[in-house]
């Protein structure tokens, strides 16, 4: 599924969520503020700090994310599910690393982090969590 322009600004310009879930159904959320549309139908995301999501990955890649941008006149909020996969090496990998990179120079307080993996999630379903109100209604 593609993501639109709009979507994927919200998604570049704002910490989102990101839920897993184990094999046994326990479920876990992160805020994640790391992390690129890198295509319209891929989320590259930084891990820095991922313990039990790095393990629900690991058991279940089934994800869902949430974003959503609610000060502006016409609020956006969206739920997007895909599937992910782990890199410790490679091309993705090397994308995770120019992210910290980038990350490092624009913050101070990044000056420490130290990328663990990267996360690729291939997106599936796009859903609107905003209803718009027609006319004067």
Do not use: C, W
């Amino acid at each position: 599924m593609k993501m639109s322009e709009e979507i994927q600004e919200m998604i570049n310009e704002n910490v989102v969520h990101l839920a897993t879930t184990s094999n046994d159904g326990k479920p876990n959320v992160v805020p994640v503020g790391a992390i690129r549309a890198i295509s319209d139908s891929e989320l590259l995301i930084v891990d820095v700090l991922f313990d039990k999501t790095k393990k629900n990955l690991l058991e279940n890649p089934h994800v869902a994310i949430a974003v959503e941008v609610l000060g502006k006149e016409s609020p956006s909020a969206y739920q997007l599910k895909g599937q992910a996969q782990i890199f410790t090496s490679g091309e993705v990998f090397e994308k995770a690393e120019e992210m910290v990179e980038e990350l490092r120079k624009r913050h101070s307080r990044h000056s420490n982090i130290k990328l663990k993996s990267a996360v690729l999630v291939e997106v599936e379903e796009i859903y609107s969590t905003v209803r718009h109100k027609k006319g004067g209604e």
